[in-house]
């Protein structure tokens, strides 16, 4: 009975060194053939870091203003007799613009005409009677008077009517009208606006740090929603004595052509302020930094001695930001193969498979279609 039993516990010890050395003999195959195995590649995209010549900028923010722009309004209080121009409606100096009944003015005129003329003849017959000392000097003196007095009050009478012919008084585009026919204005009541649209101002502020760096004549790039893709160039024209106390801001102009009208007094534009020199950087797409709180990085794509790419982290420092691209002030080289899409899934020696067949092309001034 305890030969049976010693027989059989040395069956099961056999079956279970059997089982044990089996299974350990596949578990080591297995960690073998991980270990030879490698792991699938991610695909990115890649481009080249590049050098560039960049003008230094300062970016603002400002407002569209006229050269000359004002609202139209009555010197003197009447009827409105006649409106001669329409709304929107260039107009050159000088075009009538509006009429006030002047039926009363005129008739005062002719009455006033009609004393000049009597005057005048006076004042001659006066003259020759002079000539011949027929009349006194005092009574000369008396004709003289009346004469000029005479010619005064006509011409008092013709600037009342020139106030209410309203002419405009230098070239450029008319706002909405502001009057009808018949109405009775009060005197400084609005007619319409008048703004000269070439050149315009562009009035923007800039931080007081950035005062060292601005100069009368420097070249000014303009940007507007209203006109997207189009830079609209001008000078530097004059920069404010003060310093706003409240903000810190100093305040500038630039003057600008504008002979196609794009640009309107009270619009909204971004302003770059370009220095005259220039300076060599290394540029990349944003698209290729990970931004994170401990460091920002890039990771580059290096061939290893087997032909397999490896994507490695370098962490860099950035400085200015223009449109798709940024500057890499450390951490790269001019031609390193940086990954710009695909680079969130990346861990430092991550293997990678190269597309870029499907790439936008980064640009410095970008126009999204839906923007």
Do not use: C
């Not at 562009?202 to 950035?210: A, G, K, T």
């Amino acid at each position: 009975m305890a030969k049976k039993l010693l027989v059989t516990i040395a069956g099961l010890i056999l079956v279970l060194g059997f089982l044990v050395g089996t299974k350990a003999a596949q578990i080591t195959s297995m960690i073998a053939a991980s270990k030879l195995a490698r792991q699938p590649s991610d695909a990115v995209s890649t481009t080249v870091a590049k050098r560039e010549q960049w003008r230094p900028v300062v970016a603002g923010v400002g407002t569209v203003t006229a050269v000359q722009g004002v609202t139209v309004s009555a010197q003197m209080s009447g009827n409105v007799a006649e409106i001669a121009f329409e709304s929107g409606a260039i107009v050159k100096e000088g075009d009538l613009l509006l009429r006030l009944d002047t039926t009363v003015e005129e008739a005062q005129l002719r009455a006033a005409e009609a004393g000049v003329a009597l005057a005048k003849l006076n004042i001659e017959r006066a003259r020759d009677l002079l000539g011949k000392n027929s009349i006194s000097q005092s009574e000369f003196d008396v004709a003289d008077a009346q004469f000029k007095q005479s010619n005064a009050q006509a011409d008092n009478i013709r600037a009342v009517i020139a106030k209410k012919t309203i002419r405009a008084p230098f070239a450029g585009r008319l706002g909405i009208r502001l009057v009808n026919i018949g109405q009775t204005l009060k005197e400084g009541e609005n007619i319409v606006s008048l703004q000269s649209m070439d050149p315009v101002y562009v009035n923007f502020f800039l931080p007081q740090q950035n005062l060292a760096s601005a100069a009368v004549g420097q070249e000014v790039a303009v940007m507007s929603d209203a006109s997207p893709g189009k830079n609209f160039s001008g000078r530097l024209t004059a920069i404010a004595a003060e310093v706003d106390a409240a903000t810190r801001n100093v305040k500038l102009q630039a003057t600008l052509a504008n002979n196609d009208g794009l640009l309107r007094p009270g619009m909204f534009v971004n302003v770059n302020v370009f220095e005259a020199a220039t300076r060599d950087i290394i540029v990349v797409p944003a698209t290729a930094v990970i931004y994170a709180s401990y460091g920002n990085s890039i990771f580059v794509v290096e061939k290893g001695t087997d032909g397999a790419l490896t994507a490695k982290q370098h962490f860099v420092q950035l400085g200015e930001t223009r449109g798709d691209f940024v500057e890499i002030t450390k951490g790269i080289e001019v031609g390193a193969e940086v990954v710009t899409s695909g680079a969130f899934k990346l861990r430092n020696g991550s293997s990678v498979n190269v597309d870029n067949s499907k790439v936008p092309v980064p640009s410095q001034n970008p126009t999204p279609a839906d923007s």
